[in-house]
DNA sequence: CCGGAATGTCAACGCTTGTTGGCCTACGCT
DNA sequence: AGCGTAGGCCAACAAGCGTTGACATTCCGG
């Protein structure tokens, strides 16, 4: 049943995203989000816990990777690097979650869930042997996770003008490698 | 000329990277620092005048990138995800300076000037054509970095299982298609 | 229309942080 | 030997943090 207080709820949630995804855990301050949200900072405690529950509360990430077995096989690689890139920008969410992840152990432990709960299991339908599934999975995850480091998050100065048609005209190849080439 | 106080600073320095590499920027504390280097914070204060300027001294890279234009055309990538690699491993400085550089805009920004004083002039020696350079170099970052994230920092349990060899094997090509093969 | 629960504000707490200035010590030069 | 200076420690500061509990206000079911 819907609460009278979800309006400061979800404007909770959405300062403290940006907050996240703009400063990282540390610098994220309470006080802040709570400035943004127009409300009294006592709120966001008495509504999430503590700094860590609204953390876990703000950022949860479903990364709706789409169905890769139906696809050609040789196209797997272009269909994830379009999605990935596509969800990146579509929100805050996921500059939060690798700002967090790489200061904070809980954070990178979040990261690591995405991972296995998400990305694994969509790479294992299209890898031809299982045992090499987890391998070749972190290798897309590297090239994904570093575009978009170099874009969104350290900014360099060429990664941020391709367009996203050019990524993933050269990411694509690189992850359908990982994904279906022989080991090397 | 040497100073009497050169031990203590270097112990200073070791011990700043040490707590950058493990702990980022904001939660790497002077006083933390202190403690390790067995001295008083002010100490740290009176030699690099501020927490910023003890990151700036404690903090430079030089990758130490080889000359890649000897070298048969078809082993740059191998060669130079090898020395990257190595370099990763050899201390904590690149792992500290990512952490900072992925939270604090002045670490962004020293990234960005080793990016563009370091890889891009070696870039430039393999690459056919020079205007494709930023693009391509960039492309080459996302991945190195990408992979130095989900193993070193991360540390999700597939990309820290690959052996070195392995990662040489399977990002060399990578490497080595973003420097030398036709613009797809 | 009234009373309790939900919503929100205010002020303060204990703690940690970067940073400062004063003081003591001990080296090294003449 | 004596003195200046560099090395080092101690105590404190103001600011900011997460967090808490007491108090005001608003809503809504009886």
Redesign the interface.
Known sequence: MPRRSDATRTAILDAARERFAS??Y??ATIRAIARDARIDPSMVMRYYGSKEGLFAAAVSVDLKLPDLAPLPRDEVGHALVTHFLGMWEDSEVLTAL??V???NQAG?ER??GI?RDQLLPVAGTVCPDPEQV??R???C???????A???Y???????V??TRE?AV???G??VQ??LTAPH?
């Open positions: 400063d990282g540390e610098r690798l700002r992840g790489v200061t990178a990261m690591q991972f987890p391998a999975a972190a290798l995850a590297s090239q994904l996770l570093g575009l480091l170099a874009r998050v350290l900014r360099f100065p060429p990664a003008a391709l050019e005209a050269w990411l190849p690189t490698r990982y090397p």
